[in-house]
């Protein structure tokens, strides 16, 4: 799990309460709990935790028990509420990782993906696969496969079959985890990736154990 931080000055949450609100509060706390609070001002450092979430695409294939967590400064949360969440997030981890990690494949783990193809977009969809595997390739990929299958359907006013110009299946076998790809994603993959953003939208998407291919 990685933990990012910054520090800052904030004043105690409990005197921003109305004077009368502040009393009822008060209150409360000496007759339930025996505490007397006293209002004063302080100054204490605090994190927040903004968020709790993985990694980008195919990271449990190969970063199982990688998480990001980012905290920054926010006046009014306490240190000891920053380090509950973040122990409540800690503990989440290992259920997530169960739910998520991959049961054996004897084939080939593939992506599939059904993509819904903007109007116009065909060419531009293709032009992003052939670069989506140019890429691997130039990075010293060799056993990957990726694969755009067109979509047959029938014509509704000839009643003859005919490609779809609105959605392709996609098919990525032995894809490389993230722990491979993660430190050379460049500009040649930020443009693919852009290219399939502009032509198309992900209508559904699976990872699969697909049967080695045999001839």
Request: charged share 25%; proline share 6%; aromatic share 8%.
């Amino acid at each position: 799990m990685r933990v990012g931080q910054n520090f800052c000055s904030a004043p105690h949450p409990l005197p921003l309460l109305r004077s009368a609100s502040r009393r009822v509060a008060y209150g409360k706390y000496e007759d339930r709990l025996g505490l007397k609070l006293e209002s004063r001002n302080s100054s204490l450092e605090v994190m927040v935790l903004d968020r709790v979430e993985r990694p980008s695409e195919n990271w449990v294939l190969s970063n199982p028990t990688r998480f990001s967590v980012t905290i920054s400064c926010e006046k009014g949360t306490s240190m000891r509420t920053v380090l509950f969440l973040a122990a409540l997030a800690a503990l989440q981890i290992p259920s997530a990782l169960a739910q998520d990690a991959l049961p054996p494949c004897d084939g080939d783990i593939t992506m599939v993906r059904v993509s819904t193809i903007k109007p116009g977009a065909m060419a531009n969809f293709m032009a992003a696969v052939a670069a989506h595997k140019a890429w691997y390739r130039s990075h010293g990929f060799k056993d990957n496969i990726i694969v755009a299958s067109k979509v047959f359907v029938r014509d509704e006013k000839t009643g003859t079959m005919k490609y779809s110009d609105t959605e392709v299946v996609t098919y990525h076998i032995r894809i490389p985890g993230g722990a491979r790809t993660q430190d050379k994603r460049d500009a040649a993959w930020d443009a693919y990736v852009k290219q399939y953003r502009d032509s198309s939208d992900i209508k559904n998407e699976y990872m699969t154990c697909m049967p080695k291919l045999v001839p």
